[in-house]
């Protein structure tokens, strides 16, 4: 068993930065940790994942060059850092973690486990 607590959500004006954490714990091991965002009336996006050895990370196409995902290891979180907003960012960001298998699939359906998610709100 896996759980996932997401912090750090909020409402920033478009242009700002924010740094969301989503703090692990449980007995299981983790390979890979996802984040993902939805918007009202959209299906769930991912925006980028990290493994848990290497570190390798990945993002969509959507959010390069402005999201960045790092952890901690000693405090078991990994974060995302958004900067600059855009008001398309607004949504509900949730992280997830895979327990089997090696590293990262960039597969939503490898996740196992899930956070309840932080509200994102960015003002223009």
């Known amino acids: 068993q896996v759980q996932l607590v997401e912090s750090g959500g909020g409402s920033v004006q478009a242009g700002g930065s924010l740094t969301l954490s989503c703090a692990t714990s449980?007995?299981?091991?983790?390979?890979?940790v996802g984040w993902f965002r939805q918007a009202p009336g959209t299906e769930r996006e991912g925006v980028g994942e990290?493994?848990?050895?290497?570190?390798?990370?990945k993002y969509a196409d959507s959010v390069k060059g402005r999201f960045t995902i790092s952890q901690d290891k000693a405090k078991n979180t990994v974060f995302l850092h958004i900067n600059p907003l855009k008001p398309e960012d607004a949504g509900v960001y949730s992280c997830?973690?895979?327990?089997?298998?090696?590293?990262?699939?960039?597969?939503?359906?490898?996740?196992?486990?899930w956070g309840h998610g932080t509200q994102v709100t960015v003002s223009s």
């Open positions: 997830a973690a895979r327990t089997k298998g090696v590293g990262c699939t960039w597969r939503l359906r490898d996740f196992d486990y």
């Open positions: 449980g007995n299981d091991s983790i390979n890979c």
């Open positions: 990290i493994s848990a050895g290497r570190g390798t990370t």
